[in-house]
């Protein structure tokens, strides 16, 4: 079956704990992507990544990490994870078309205290 | 930069037809495209307008005009299960992946 798969999807952290959000997709596609999404606020943009080794920030990059060194994994990081990252967070890939669709992940609810 | 904006609520009842605008600014645009968000749910897409004009898909047409930097989502033979909330979002940007999304319109069906 075709997806995205994220992990955990229900993560309670401190403030300034290191964490890693994962996330895998099965169709070989070329585009991955990060967003989160707040209340009133729709999904915005982490970072995304056209290639292996090729990323670039969004709308909203402050305070995260990402890394593309296979082309079916996208991990987020959060190196210092601070309250006001407290979020849900989507991965997302789609293949290089115009008219691609976005697969999203499940999501991971994330709490920083 | 780039922003879309799009109605907060919208109700309607069971059978009828609704339309959620979504009305843009930006630069370097390259489509349009329409996402469902049942509670609790991953964003799901719906259609794609990379060209003016109208998109049909079973129950759903998306339509698009670039002169007006609008467009549209029609559900029509509204049911229950369309209760969700939907997102406009822009592609764009560097190698026409960057995606920006509105901030949503929660589409209540009632019966």
């Known amino acids: 079956e075709a997806q995205v798969t994220q992990n955990p999807r229900y993560l309670i952290t401190v403030t300034g704990k290191k964490l890693t959000v994962t996330c895998s997709q099965n169709m070989n596609h070329e585009y991955m992507s990060w967003y989160r999404q707040d209340p009133g606020l729709g999904l915005r943009q982490i970072y995304y990544s056209m290639n292996v080794e090729v990323t670039d920030k969004g709308d909203v990059p402050e305070g995260y990490k990402v890394s593309r060194k296979e082309k079916r994994n996208f991990p987020l990081i959060l190196e210092s994870p601070s309250p006001n990252q407290t979020s849900l967070y989507f991965c997302a890939s789609t293949a290089g078309r115009d008219n691609s669709p976005l697969h999203f992940g499940n999501g991971t609810r994330l709490t920083v205290t | 930069g780039q922003s879309l904006e799009q109605p907060s609520e919208v109700t309607a009842v069971e059978g009828a037809i609704v339309q959620i605008n979504c009305t843009y600014q930006?630069?370097?645009?390259?489509?349009l495209s329409w996402y469902q968000q049942h509670d609790g749910g991953a964003p799901t897409f719906l259609s794609y307008n990379g060209l003016d004009g109208l998109e049909e898909t079973g129950r759903f047409s998306s339509f698009l005009s670039r002169s007006d930097s609008y467009g549209y989502l029609l559900l029509q033979e509204l049911q229950m299960k369309d209760s969700a909330s939907y997102f406009c979002?822009?592609?764009?940007?560097?190698?026409?992946?960057?995606?920006?999304f509105g901030s949503g319109t929660r589409l209540q069906v009632q019966p």
């Open positions: 979002a822009l592609t764009s940007g560097t190698g026409r992946r960057a995606l920006t």
């Open positions: 930006t630069s370097g645009f390259y489509g």
